[in-house]
C-alpha cells in the first residue's frame, strides 16, 4: 500500500485530463450547463457532436431503437455545420469546466480538410480533434475511411496536415483488422486512437415488414457491446505505442478498470449517460476508490496492466 | 443503487414510488415522492423514469407530469412496451430514477380562454394545467368502455371534464374535436396532447378556424437533455429536438418527419 495522494489526473499523449473519464462524441447537448461542474465534475473532456463542412440534417425517419442492454442509433451525423458550431456553439462550451473535443467526421478530403483548417483557427480552444473516421468515403465507394488500413492512414495524414494540435482517430469497429487499421494511423501522426465507434446493426419491425431504419442498418452501443469494445482496446493497445482511449459500452466503474487494465489510457463514456447523468460521479468517485485500496497514485498505473 | 448514487447532478433523482393506482387494464397513477422539492413544473413539461434495476431496458422513459406536490408528483403510466411494463410492475416503497422536469410546456395564455384536447393519457399535461387554473376547459376522448377507470378518474379531478367516445359508451359520442368549430379564434386557443393522428387532426381543424393552437408531441427518446438527437421533429424553421426544443409545439410549426 503507498500513503501517496491519489491522482484522477491521465495524460493521453501530452495532453493533460483531470479524469480519465471522456464523454463520447455525439452523445452530450451543446449546451452551456452540460459543460459545467457539477454535471462534468468527473469528466475529464468531453466531445462534440460530429462536425461536418456544412449544416447535416441527419437521416429521416426512426432514429433510436432500443435493444437488450443497447441502443441502435441512425441520427446521421446531425450538426450545424462548421461555422455555426464555431459562432453560436463554441462560446458556449468553450468557456466551462470540461474541455472539448472536436470531433470531426471525416468527408471527403477537401471538406475535412477545410472543417480542420477552420478549427485551428481557435487551436487553443480545444483539448484535441478526434477525427471519426466511420466515416463513408464516397470516393472510395462508400467504404468506411477507417476499414482499410491506406484510407486510414489517408485520413489522419490529411488531418495531421491541417490540424497542429492533438489529434486523435477513432476507429471503427467495421473493419478486416483492428490492429493494422490502428498501426496505420499511428504512422500517420495520430496521437491517440479512440476505439472504437458503434458495431453495425438492424432492426426489422413485423408489423411493417421492413427494416425499421430508413438506411437499414444502424449503430449498436450501449452496455451490450461493452465486452466487444472490451476485445478491441486490448487488440490495438497491443499493436501501438500511442494512447488508446476505450469507447464502447462502458456504464460501470469495474468497466472503466477493465478498459484501462486492457491498455486503455481513458475511458469515454456514452449512451450509458443518456440514463444515468450520475455515471460520471460513480464512476470517478470509485474508481478513486480502487486506486486508494489497490496502493496506486495515479489511473495510469493501470494501464494494461492487465497484460502483464 | 444506494441513496448516497442518486444523481446529485442537477435534474436527475432517486424517488420512492409512494403509491400506485390501477385505473384501468394496463394503466396506472404512478405516484413520486423525492427528498428534494422540485422546482415549478409547467404543464406539458416531462420526466424519463427508469427503475434502478438492471440495464434492461437502461433507457428512462418519457412521460408528461400530471400532478404536483412540494416533494412529489404524478405520472399517468400506460403499458405500451417491456419498458412500461416493468414500471407498472414495481410494487409501492421501490425506488426510481427520474430526470427532470424537462422541455417547455404549454404557453401561458392571458386574457385567452384555454380548451385543452385530450387524447387517452395524453389528459396528462392537462391534470396538471387545472390543478393550476381551474378555469380551463378540458375535453378528453377515449377509444371506449376500456377506458372507463380512466374517464372516471380524471373526472373526479376535473370538475366538468367533457368526455368522448366514438361509440358513446363513454360520456358523448363523438371526439374532442367537435368543440373546435365553436371556439373564438380571438379570445379562445387550443391546447392539445394525445397520439399523432388526433394531433394532426386538431391541428388541421385548428388551421382552418384559424385557431391559436399548441400541441405536445410524442417520439422516441433516449436522453430527454438534447443530447442524441434521436426524437426530432421536421418543423417551419427545420428539425427541431422535441425534448428540448418541445414537447409543446404552435401547431402551426409542426410539419411532422413524413
Not at chain 1, 472510395?140 to 495531421?160: F, H
Amino acid at each position: 500500500m503507498s500513503d501517496r495522494p491519489v491522482s484522477s489526473a491521465v495524460s493521453i499523449g501530452g495532453v493533460l485530463l483531470r479524469s480519465p473519464l471522456i464523454i463520447a462524441s455525439g452523445t452530450w447537448p451543446h449546451e452551456p450547463e452540460y459543460w459545467k461542474d457539477p454535471i462534468c465534475a468527473f469528466v475529464g473532456a468531453a466531445c462534440t457532436k460530429a462536425l461536418t463542412l456544412h449544416p447535416r440534417e441527419g437521416n429521416p425517419g426512426i432514429r433510436l431503437w432500443e435493444t437488450p442492454c443497447g441502443l441502435l442509433n441512425s441520427i446521421g451525423l446531425q450538426n450545424p455545420g462548421i461555422e455555426n458550431f464555431l459562432r453560436d456553439d463554441l462560446p458556449n462550451i468553450s468557456s466551462g469546466d470540461v474541455g472539448v473535443v472536436a470531433n470531426v467526421a471525416m468527408e471527403s478530403e477537401e471538406e475535412t480538410a477545410a472543417v480542420l483548417s477552420r478549427l485551428s483557427v481557435f487551436e487553443e480552444r480545444f483539448l484535441a480533434v478526434e477525427l471519426n473516421i466511420s466515416c463513408p468515403n464516397v470516393d472510395a465507394g462508400g467504404m468506411a475511411w477507417g476499414a482499410d488500413p491506406s484510407l486510414a492512414a489517408r485520413a489522419v495524414e490529411l488531418a495531421r496536415r491541417c490540424w497542429k494540435g492533438p489529434l486523435w482517430a477513432k476507429l471503427t469497429p467495421q473493419c478486416g483488422n483492428i490492429a493494422e487499421v490502428a498501426r496505420a494511423a499511428e504512422a500517420a501522426g495520430a496521437d491517440a486512437l479512440v476505439v472504437a465507434n458503434t458495431w453495425l446493426g438492424m432492426a426489422m419491425d413485423p408489423v411493417s415488414e421492413k427494416p425499421v431504419f430508413s438506411r437499414k442498418v444502424a449503430g449498436l452501443s450501449g452496455p451490450a457491446i461493452f465486452p466487444l469494445a472490451l476485445r478491441l482496446v486490448w487488440e490495438v493497445s497491443s499493436a501501438v505505442q500511442i494512447p488508446v482511449i476505450g469507447c464502447g459500452g462502458v456504464s460501470k466503474t469495474e468497466d472503466a478498470l477493465s478498459m484501462m487494465l486492457a491498455g486503455a489510457s481513458a475511458v469515454a463514456v456514452g449512451t450509458f449517460h443518456f440514463s444515468d447523468l450520475g455515471c460520471f460521479r460513480n464512476i470517478g468517485r470509485e474508481l478513486l476508490e480502487h486506486l486508494a485500496a489497490k496502493g496506486y497514485s495515479s489511473p495510469m498505473d493501470l494501464i494494461g496492466k492487465g497484460k502483464k | 443503487m444506494c441513496e448516497n448514487r442518486s444523481s446529485d447532478s442537477l435534474i436527475e433523482r432517486v424517488v420512492t414510488l409512494s403509491k400506485k393506482k390501477d385505473l384501468t387494464k394496463n394503466l396506472f397513477v404512478l405516484s413520486l415522492e423525492s427528498r428534494e422539492p422540485f422546482s415549478r413544473i409547467q404543464p406539458g413539461q416531462f420526466v424519463m423514469l427508469r427503475t434502478s434495476l438492471g440495464m434492461d431496458p437502461f433507457l428512462g422513459r418519457p412521460f408528461a407530469v400530471c400532478g404536483t406536490g412540494e416533494n412529489s408528483l404524478e405520472l399517468l403510466v400506460a403499458v405500451a412496451g417491456r419498458g412500461t411494463r416493468l414500471l407498472c410492475s414495481l410494487p409501492e416503497g421501490e425506488r426510481l430514477v427520474l430526470r427532470g422536469p424537462l422541455g417547455n410546456g404549454f404557453p401561458s395564455q392571458p386574457g385567452k380562454r384555454v380548451h385543452c384536447l385530450a387524447g387517452t393519457t395524453g389528459i396528462a399535461p392537462f391534470l396538471l394545467a387545472r390543478q393550476e387554473t381551474p378555469k380551463i376547459e378540458v375535453h378528453l376522448g377515449v377509444p371506449g368502455r376500456d377506458w372507463m377507470g380512466l374517464a372516471t378518474w380524471a373526472a373526479e379531478r376535473i370538475p366538468g371534464l367533457c368526455v368522448y367516445s366514438e361509440d358513446a359508451s363513454v360520456g358523448l359520442g363523438g371526439t374532442p374535436l367537435a368543440c373546435i368549430d365553436q371556439l373564438d379564434p380571438v379570445t379562445e386557443v387550443v391546447w392539445a396532447c394525445g397520439p399523432t393522428g388526433m394531433l394532426k387532426a386538431v391541428q388541421a381543424a385548428c388551421e382552418r378556424r384559424k385557431l391559436p393552437c399548441w400541441i405536445s408531441l410524442e417520439t422516441r427518446m433516449a436522453c430527454g437533455i438534447g443530447g442524441c438527437h434521436g426524437c426530432v421533429v421536421r418543423t417551419v424553421t427545420g428539425l427541431r429536438k422535441t425534448c428540448t426544443d418541445g414537447p409543446v409545439f404552435d401547431s402551426r410549426e409542426v410539419l411532422w418527419n413524413e
